[in-house]
């Protein structure tokens, strides 16, 4: 996708390997077609910005 100013945007699989490999999982915008529980699972850090984990674990912080 590519904005009017030009700047492109893509969009890749979310795996396990993509999600460990990140230090930290932002959780902007709520869609219910993520696997929030996967993500968790495999997530050094999740920050939470929409309320969208409701079993809080160690590696969840929200705002």
């Not at 492109?8 to 219910?32: G, M, P, Q, R, W």
């Not at 999740?46 to 160690?58: A, C, F, H, P, S």
């Amino acid at each position: 996708m590519r904005t009017s100013e030009g700047r492109e945007f893509s969009s890749i699989e979310l795996t396990e390997e993509i999600i460990k490999s990140a230090d930290v999982v932002v959780l902007t915008t709520n869609h219910k077609v993520i696997d929030i529980d996967f993500i968790q699972q495999h997530s050094k850090l999740v920050v939470d910005l929409r309320n969208m984990i409701t079993e809080k674990g160690d590696n969840v912080f929200k705002l």
